[in-house]
Nanobody, 124 residues
Framework: QVQLQESGPGLVKPSQTLSLTCTVS??????????WSWIRQPPGKGLECMGA???????YYSPSLKSRTSISRDTSKNQFTLQLTSVTPEDPAVYYC????????????????WGKGTLVPVSS
């Protein structure tokens, strides 16, 4: 079965870069018919799709975050990563990596698998 595991620091300070890695097992991130995505949920708010990278390598970003968001991958390790620069006290959230069957304006309707999530506080 497909499994995803987030990893990264437990705390990020304002103005620094948040970096997370998703390790995938049971499927190849180079398969061209899936979108490997990053999703977050701030406290008391709903899920927000931040962006995705397709198996072809094409990337997609939320318009509200694309100026400081970068999604990349390491195919040799079957991993994909998230970098969110210039973090603010409004960025703390639980961050998930996930697989989607399609990407349509950040819709979450095609979620297939996702990790357990990792809580990333931002120190003020």
């Amino acid at each position: 079965q497909v499994q995803l595991q987030e990893s990264g620091p437990g705390l990020v300070k304002p103005s620094q870069t948040l970096s997370l890695t998703c390790t995938v097992s049971g499927a190849s991130i180079t398969a061209n018919n899936y979108y490997w995505s990053w999703i977050r949920q701030p406290p008391g708010k709903g899920l927000e799709c931040m962006g995705a990278i397709r198996g072809s390598g094409s990337t997609y970003y939320s318009p509200s975050l694309k100026s400081r968001t970068s999604i990349s991958r390491d195919t040799s390790k079957n991993q994909f990563t998230l970098q969110l620069t210039s973090v603010t006290p409004e960025d703390p959230a639980v961050y998930y990596c996930a697989r989607m069957a399609y990407y349509r304006g950040g819709s979450l309707g095609s979620l297939e698998y996702w990790g357990k999530g990792t809580l990333v506080p931002v120190s003020s």
